[in-house]
């Protein structure tokens, strides 16, 4: 199993631009969700989805979209780059509601 | 919404002493309680969790105790040597909706050989 994937590992955009963030798992893992890691401020949820076809919202969603239409994939979109969005975001999936969360390797974001 | 907060945000020890790093949560809801260690540069892995029937939890060297009333709970690593220098997470999941996890901001430990 490669577990949860992330691509791309690295990204600079210019403010303004748009781009999806990829991530997939192959556990058959039923919850995922999206961590942003700044800075002392540990890792802050951003969207989260309990199934296909079904995503929320976590502590700092704005500036982001996400879908889930397969139980894989749970990608991350920022449709308009700000420098504040500059972090480390984590993709996250786990088989139970109290049970492990498996992280991916990260994407390093950087607005310029 | 459930908001968790850690202290103390950096600790030092001496190889050898114990560590604790404690958390308080918000939301009464929450009833399941990870803590993931972060190493340079790599991604969280969970060291050890606690449910909310339970009232403490041992893995080796390191343990995890419960107080619902209080809504607080604590890490304590025993015995710390160099290679236990990370960032320390907890966090707690709420068993409503989406059981969606939230993280304490973590805790920067040094253990000194």
């Known amino acids: 199993n490669a577990g949860v994937t992330q691509t791309p590992k690295f990204q600079v955009l210019k403010t303004g631009q748009s781009m999806t963030l990829q991530c997939a798992q192959d556990?058959?893992?039923?919850?995922m969700s999206w961590y942003r890691q700044d800075p002392g401020m540990g890792l802050r949820l951003i969207h989260y989805?309990?199934?296909?076809?079904?995503?929320d919202q976590g502590e700092v969603p704005n500036g982001y979209n996400v879908s889930r239409s397969t139980t894989e994939d749970f990608p991350l979109r920022l449709l308009s780059a700000a420098p504040s969005q500059t972090s480390v975001y984590f993709c996250?999936?786990?088989?139970?509601?109290?049970?492990?969360?498996?992280f991916g390797p990260g994407t390093r974001l950087t607005v310029l | 919404g459930e908001n968790v907060e850690q202290h103390p945000s950096t600790l030092s020890v001496q190889e050898g002493d114990s560590a604790v790093i404690k958390c308080t949560y918000s939301?009464?809801?929450?009833?399941?309680f990870p803590w993931y260690k972060q190493e340079l540069g790599k991604r969280p892995q969970l060291i050890i969790d606690?449910?909310?029937?339970?009232g403490e939890k041992k893995d080796q060297r390191i343990a995890v105790t419960l107080n619902k009333t209080a809504k607080h709970f604590s890490l304590h690593i025993t015995e710390t040597q160099p290679e236990d220098s990370a960032v320390y997470f907890c966090?707690?999941?709420?068993?409503?909706?989406?059981?969606?996890?939230?993280f304490g901001a973590g805790t920067r430990l040094f253990v000194k050989a």
């Open positions: 939301d009464s809801a929450s009833n399941y």
């Open positions: 966090a707690a999941s709420i068993n409503t909706g989406g059981f969606k996890t939230i």
């Open positions: 989805s309990v199934g296909a076809g079904i995503t």
């Open positions: 556990m058959n893992h039923e919850y």
């Open positions: 996250a999936s786990k088989r139970d509601p109290r049970g492990e969360q498996f």
């Open positions: 606690i449910r909310s029937n339970v």
